[in-house]
């Protein structure tokens, strides 16, 4: 994030971290927490993350900046996260998108392929993309604005990345299961996540 919006969301509440990411790191300091995205049509943004995507409004208003007033929506799914995404105002139409993705993990394979029915039902999005990494199976689209959206879960392997494959996601769960491991056995560095997750804890100094 950069000018106003940065000093909007370094104001806001800070709210504690979800349990998961407490109980996982011993290194002092900081945990992800959430995104701020300038959008050029609020209303409509609005509508697609809370229609689609299942977020909650949690606050709405406005705060003056250096560039004029900025009005701001803030989402969650989480009561535990007073925000995960904050949308400001102030996005010019047309121009260029320094959002690379926004990546939310699904909870289960039968949630993310409903999210994927759903959106392919009418929502008001482009480039609809499931793909599996090995380590994580996908679906990518772009939202009303163009934002790249991720919606994901992880498999319990590890492959080298970045590798990313067409999914079939419309296959029965446990056939796409099997579809998924058989493909991401074959790939350089395959081992369980399980194995990735010990070497990574003892390079970050947690283990």
């Known amino acids: ?70 009005g701001l929506v803030f989402l969650s799914r989480n009561p535990d996260e007073h925000h995960q995404i904050v949308m400001a105002t102030g996005r010019p139409a047309g121009s260029f998108n320094t959002v690379n993705q926004i990546s939310l993990r699904a909870d289960s394979l039968t949630t993310l392929k409903g999210f994927h029915a759903k959106l392919m039902d009418g929502a008001p999005i482009s480039e609809m993309s499931p793909v599996t990494h090995g380590n994580a199976m996908s679906i990518y689209f772009r939202d009303p604005e163009g934002n790249r959206v991720e919606l994901f879960i992880d498999t319990p392997w590890y492959v080298s ?18 579809w998924v491991e058989g493909h991401a056995s074959k790939l350089p560095g395959f081992k369980p996540r399980a194995e990735w997750r010990a070497e990574m804890a003892r390079k970050m100094g947690l283990a």
Do not use: C
């Open 1 to 70: 994030m950069g000018g106003g919006l940065e000093n909007i969301v370094a104001s806001s509440i800070h709210h504690a971290a979800p349990a998961r990411a407490r109980t996982m790191s011993k290194t002092p300091g900081l945990s992800f927490s959430h995104v701020g995205i300038y959008v050029t049509d609020i209303a409509a943004m609005e509508d697609f993350y809370t229609r689609y995507l299942g977020f909650t409004v949690t606050d709405r208003g406005t705060l003056p900046t250096p560039h004029g007033e900025v």
């Open 161 to 178: 990345q970045p590798m990313r494959v067409i999914l079939p996601i419309e296959m029965p769960e446990a056939e796409l299961m099997q």
